[in-house]
């Protein structure tokens, strides 16, 4: 069951106004069942306080936090301390809003090369469904109500591929329904901070006819779906999660295709584990252009 909306909204706005000594006496009382009135909000608004780099370290916050994780409250799963890879998290940058073109993209993000070692690469890959990891790869999108149903995709490859040879030749290659349809494409070289921000956007604001999930929730979504990306159980701890990010090789990519709206955020994504033979790939896209009957354009 998704949250209640007001408790993620109450959450949120304590955070922001209210100072955290006097939010302690929130947390007096632990509790014993995580359904019962005003634990979620107070769930969410640990989660809120995190990601202000606030809360850790008070006894009686520390405590409620600790309560929920018995229960297994699904943000109890989050560190109580927000980790420096976040620090992209609720930051927006004047005149810096989704990538929409190639222009754009080409501008931000140095290019990946193609190769034909890519293009042979991609002509072995053999996809590996796995239901289960795709939706959760794909939950911030779904959370936030894009327009469409993110593309997520796994492949193995039969020998080990280079990094720089994960490009737009080697995507081409990729049954890829984003990738159909011909036209221009341009892959570009990202870092996991980037990534994981726009997981974290994408669920934190919602799309143009979606819901915002607040900060708390957005924060899990983005966590949730880096560690499918990955392939990494939840058990793994964060920092190790991290340390893992930075061996993978994160590659951006957008193309001018039918599946891409190309209206207010796209996103192409291609993730290369440390063995260098599996792939995991997402597309979303997000839209405000409706269809004749009102229903949000395919």
């Known amino acids: 069951m998704p949250p209640p909306p007001e ?3 109450v959450a949120a706005r304590l955070a922001r106004t209210q100072p955290v000594p006097e939010l302690e006496s929130l947390f007096v009382e632990l509790p014993d069942d995580p359904r019962a009135p005003g634990v979620e909000t107070r769930a969410c608004l ?3 306080l995190a990601l202000l780099g606030a809360g ?22 989050l560190p109580g301390s927000r980790l420096d890879i976040e620090h992209r998290f609720l930051v927006r940058v004047r ?16 290019e990946a090369p193609s190769s034909e070692a890519g293009a042979d690469a991609g002509r072995l890959a053999v996809e590996v469904p796995d239901d289960a990891r795709a939706q959760t790869a794909a939950r911030p999108f779904v959370a936030g109500g894009w327009a469409r149903t993110p593309e997520v995709r796994f492949f193995a490859l039969p020998s080990p591929l280079e990094p720089g040879d994960v490009g ?16 221009a494409a341009v892959a570009c070289v990202t870092m996991p901070d980037d990534l994981l921000d726009e997981l974290f956007s994408a669920a934190c604001h919602g799309g143009v006819d979606g819901q915002g999930q607040g900060g708390a929730y957005a924060r899990l979504h983005a966590w949730e779906s880096l560690y499918a990306l990955m392939g ?24 001018s295709t039918p599946w891409f709206h190309h209206d207010t955020a796209d996103l192409g994504l291609a ?15 997000d839209t405000d252009v409706t269809a004749p009957d009102g ?4």
């Open 56 to 77: 850790a370290g008070r006894p009686r916050v520390d405590a409620y936090a600790e309560r929920l994780r018995a229960p297994g409250h699904p943000l109890a799963w």
């Open 295 to 298: 229903s949000a354009r395919p």
């Open 95 to 110: 005149g810096r809003g989704s990538v929409k073109t190639l222009r754009q993209l080409r501008a931000r993000f140095p």
């Open 168 to 183: 737009t030749a080697f995507l081409r290659q990729l049954p890829l329904d984003c990738l159909e349809g011909g036209g």
């Open 7 to 9: 408790a993620r909204a």
């Open 46 to 48: 640990l989660g809120e």
């Open 232 to 255: 990494l159980p939840a058990d793994v701890p964060f920092l190790d999660a991290v340390r893992t990010a930075f061996d993978h090789r994160w590659v951006r990519f957008l193309a």
């Open 271 to 285: 993730v290369l584990d440390p063995s260098r033979t599996r792939v995991a790939v997402l597309a979303a896209t």
